[in-house]
């Protein structure tokens, strides 16, 4: 695993990112630690030092997160769900299924077979005969607070 700062990438593979909570909560723990660095970098090693460790570790994380990238072609997938495997992450507490970020990618079929994984009764209602723009409607008002995940999102078998 090479590190690389992944947000680009990321923000080219999904045009909404920026207004998901996870980019949000990354962001304002970026800031949080930049108001923090001393003004001179020449400062910066010695006002690590003196971090508690417990200080130390999420600062760490934060950076250590920050180049980490699972995105398909990065050869990094593995050691992503390690270290979400580790963290206890899940994916169904900052992303949600819903028109911008998932349902208007997708084929109808792929629609109702997750109406239909995350609830039988809400596969309901004609969603079969509904033409796209309908269905990914009232798909995402059905799948919105179920926690439902597409299977690249999906914790890994422990």
């Given amino acids: 695993m090479t590190p690389q700062l992944s947000a ?3 923000e080219a593979m999904a045009d909404d990112l920026r ?3 996870a980019w949000k909560a990354v962001q304002q723990a970026k800031e949080a630690w930049r108001a923090r660095l001393p003004e001179q970098q020449g400062e910066w090693l010695g006002w690590l030092i003196g971090l508690p460790q417990a200080e130390l ?11 980490v990238t699972a995105l398909p072609g990065a050869g990094a997938a593995g050691s ?11 994916m169904a507490d900052w992303w949600e299924p819903t028109a911008e970020a998932y349902l208007n990618h997708v084929p109808k079929a792929q629609i109702i077979a997750a109406l239909k994984e995350a609830g039988a009764e809400l596969a309901g209602g004609g969603v079969e005969a509904m033409k796209k723009d309908a269905l990914v409607s009232a798909a995402a008002s059905r799948l919105a607070g ?7 999102l999906r914790r890994p078998p422990a």
């Avoid at 570790?57 to 180049?67: E, F």
């Avoid at 179920?146 to 690249?152: G, Q």
């Fill in 8 to 10: 680009f990438a990321l």
């Fill in 80 to 90: 992503a769900n390690a270290i979400a495997a580790a963290l206890g992450l899940d």
């Fill in 146 to 152: 179920t926690r439902w995940l597409p299977e690249p």
């Fill in 19 to 21: 207004a998901s909570p």
């Fill in 57 to 67: 570790v999420r600062l760490l994380a934060l950076c250590g997160a920050l180049t």
